[in-house]
């Protein structure tokens, strides 16, 4: 098989084993998230999984990563809107969904698990990095260390959320607390100007 092509059917190969990871962690938790049943939901042999990822803690930093890469590319989608309004919805909606949630469960496994901890941290401050910097270019007046406790008050906010989400379902409610959270931060969100949105 030319070189290439070899290439191509072990991403593809790769990608697969993210996709059915994700999903058993969506429906079973971390705790449930096993070779087997990743291995079963692909549809790959042992061989094929364990070529790519040889532990279950490398599989499942590298699904959540895999997650956050679609969620950070959806979201610098949004950025051009001229409506700050529409952007915390798409924000919003990122962080309730059930693959944000299950990466959170990684979060707090992390708690005890020093390695896992470590191996999760580069994936998180992107993912954290992404979420917040389209806001942070668009809120005025306000000094440096206050955009950081914005920032990284709006973030712990949303985690919050969704991880509460788990037991109530509530969306409109989570959206009045986020607007309150503006509002009683001051925060001034600007539109992005018209020659900067996506033409």
């Known amino acids: 098989m030319e070189p290439e092509r070899r290439q191509s059917r072990a991403l ?6 993210l996709s059915a990871a994700v999903e058993v962690m969506v429906e079973h938790g971390y705790a449930g998230l096993t070779m087997q049943r ?6 790959v042999t042992r061989g ?12 499942a930093v590298a699904a959540v990563d895999h997650v956050a890469r679609a969620q950070g590319a959806e979201i610098q989608g949004a950025v051009g809107t001229a409506d700050p309004t529409a952007l915390i919805d798409v924000l919003h909606e ?4 059930p693959t944000y949630v299950a990466g959170l469960e ?20 992107e993912l954290a990095r992404q979420l917040r910097e389209p806001l942070l270019g668009r809120v005025g007046d306000l000094d440096d260390e206050r955009l950081e406790v914005f920032g990284d008050g ?19 409610l989570e959206k009045a607390v986020l607007q309150a959270w503006l509002v009683a931060f001051g925060a001034d969100l600007q539109p992005v100007p018209s020659s900067s949105a996506p033409g």
């Open 154 to 172: 709006l973030l712990s906010l949303l985690r919050g959320l969704a991880i509460g989400g788990v037991l109530r379902d509530r969306p409109a």
């Open 94 to 97: 990122v962080t309730r969904r």
């Open 12 to 17: 593809r190969t790769r990608d697969l084993v």
């Open 106 to 125: 990684l979060w707090v496994a992390a708690r005890t698990d020093p390695a896992l901890r470590e191996a999760l941290g580069p994936g998180a401050r």
């Open 48 to 59: 094929a999984l364990t070529h790519h990822f040889s532990s279950m803690r490398e599989l």
């Open 38 to 43: 990743v291995q079963t939901r692909a549809g």
